[in-house]
């Protein structure tokens, strides 16, 4: 596929396009690959390290620690053979920026990790709640 190329499955709902990204999300800090690198670099350390120590006790925060791991080696990739993300799936009904599978492990995994904490949250409100009574 050519950039900018699209291929409909679903006119005016989904597409196929082929982009490149030379940033991160929204196309913001254009060109700062080896700033994407290294952090990215940190992060999967970081990332491991806690799931090799401390996954068990959370199977929740692992599992979405695992989901952002997949989207953070999968865009790494990426970066250090192409010096850019691809992205391709577009979905227009809402006009959304075009993205990759990556990036749905991602937002996936950061949007686990936020209902996990609220979960958590609850849990000890209403642990605090019993306690008073």
Known sequence: MEIGQTIP???GVFHITSLRNKGAAFGILQGQRWFFIIV??????????????E????????????LLL??????FFDRL?????????????????IFNLADVFIVSGVALM???M????????????????
Do not use: H, M
Request: hydrophobic share 40%.
């Open 55 to 66: 996954g068990s006790n959370n199977r929740r925060i692992s599992f979405a620690l695992s």
């Open 118 to 133: 609220w979960l958590e949250t609850r849990k000890g409100q209403q642990k605090q709640e019993n306690e008073k009574v």
């Open 81 to 97: 053979i192409r010096g850019e993300v691809v992205d391709s799936l577009d979905f227009r009904l809402i006009d959304y920026p």
């Open 9 to 11: 499955l679903w006119e």
């Open 114 to 116: 936020i209902l996990d």
């Open 40 to 53: 990215t670099l940190i992060v999967v350390l970081g990332i491991i390290y806690y799931l090799q120590t």
């Open 70 to 75: 997949g989207g953070a080696i999968g865009n």
